[in-house]
């Protein structure tokens, strides 16, 4: 679970960073995942090439 202190009361500062810091931590990816139930190894292996996939494409997109 992630803190954030709310400093000077900047309320819209702290959910921005709490919300990075899910983002970072893949805390929303992981709660969905066990939404979706039970998935086959061959299923995930799959699924976790095509994001890296995808991620590799994006990193060359910003590159150029």
Same mark, same amino acid.
Not at 39 to 46: D, L, T
């Given at each position: 679970?992630?803190?954030?202190?709310?400093?000077?009361?900047?309320?819209?500062?702290?959910?921005?960073?709490?919300? !990075? $810091?899910?983002?970072?931590?893949?805390?929303?990816?992981?709660?969905?995942?066990? !939404?979706?139930?039970?998935?086959?190894?061959?299923?995930?292996?799959?699924?976790? $090439?095509?994001?890296?996939?995808?991620?590799?494409?994006?990193? !060359?997109?910003?590159?150029?």
């Amino acid at each position: 679970m992630s803190k954030v202190i709310v400093r000077n009361g900047n309320v819209d500062g702290a959910l921005r960073t709490m919300k !990075q $810091k899910n983002a970072r931590d893949g805390l929303l990816k992981k709660v969905r995942e066990r !939404q979706e139930g039970y998935k086959k190894p061959g299923v995930k292996r799959r699924e976790k $090439k095509e994001e890296g996939i995808k991620n590799t494409r994006k990193r !060359q997109r910003e590159n150029y």
